[in-house]
């Protein structure tokens, strides 16, 4: 999953002009910022010999500032030669089971969070983001791989679907959770079965693969939780129109008392809406509403406003959108009835 990550090095460029690219000077900053030792305990793993495990996890986390893909490259190159140790350490510690990843992420984005606590105000509203995208895979004896759809090329592939949960504080966006699911099987010849390891119940790689099981809506909702606990708490839960539906809507209701609304996109379908006592599809409706048309100069665009009610969620409000150039309308459905039009794009678009 190395080669998935991206550097954009504007993030970094002030601190590696200060110390004219001198990694040294660049890495103690960053350790004299964050607490890397914390956050490799949050994973309640040790060891009792050999390589120091801190050292392992400083390393690993280096691997894409470094723009190192593998343990191999990253052992061929003059990096290497800094290095006290051989590959097997490493292999280890990226197969290790017991390493609690998770709360790894966790811990550090909460001093993150600490850490940014003097930035200027707010301009946007705090949000959790939720959203898949396609991992790629060759092999179909890969543990736990499966066929998964492709939105790009509407295909399905052999890989993982990785669902990723980001926190947006009004600034800033970073990942707060991701987990691998799986969606269809892949059939195989008698003779040949997917590669299996036994694990114990309890570590974090076998609660991991039982994810991989577990349905995209439902995981999503306990992700939604799991960062509450944390104390992440959004004035918003967005998504795509995958995700929207009633069950995940009224898990994002329940949660802080109601104080969490959903605003996300939806697409056209059999699905029905109530206005004015009759029962819609929603290019149905947008037609029937189509002499409600307004102008909004500020994003270039028409729309309509419709406040109704969806079976299993309740009263929502829908805004229908068509920009300047577009010929095809667009609908964000929202349970924040009081919202209006420039704020729902607005707080949309940083999704």
Known sequence: MLDKI???????KTTFKKHSLDMDHFWNEAKKKYNFSNACKASNREKRN???????????????IFLQKTIRKLFSSHLSKVLV???????????????????VMYNFNRQIENSNKSVEEKKYPKVLILDDSPIRKTGKLIEGV???????????????????????????????????????????????SQFKKKRNDNS?????????KT???????????????????????MTDTWFTCAELINKVRSLAKGKIHFPG???????????????????????????????CRKFNSRYIIVNCYLKNVGDIKIFFSRYHGCKKWVAILTTKTDLDYIEAVKAYSIR
């Open 204 to 212: 974090a790689a076998a609660k991991r693969k039982k994810e991989l």
């Open 50 to 64: 050999g390589v120091s495990i801190m050292l392992l996890f400083e390393i690993g986390i280096i691997f894409p």
């Open 85 to 103: 140790c051989n590959k097997t350490p490493f292999y280890r510690f990226f197969q290790d089971d017991l390493f609690d990843w998770r709360k």
């Open 265 to 295: 996109m939806v697409k056209p379908g059999t699905r029905k809406y109530t206005f004015e006592g009759k029962d819609y599809t929603l290019n149905k409706l947008r037609e029937y509403c189509s002499g409600n048309i307004k102008r």
């Open 146 to 192: 499966t066929k998964i759809h492709d939105h790009v090329n509407q295909k399905y592939v052999i890989g993982f679907k990785l669902l990723g949960l980001c926190w947006f504080d009004g600034n800033f966006s970073r990942f707060l959770d991701f987990s691998l699911v799986g969606e269809r099987k892949i059939k195989l010849r008698k003779t040949k």
């Open 6 to 12: 991206n550097i954009e090095l504007n993030d970094i």
């Open 215 to 237: 349905d995209k809506i439902t995981h999503s909702c306990n992700m939604i939780s799991r960062a509450l606990k944390h104390g992440y708490i959004p004035e918003f839960v």
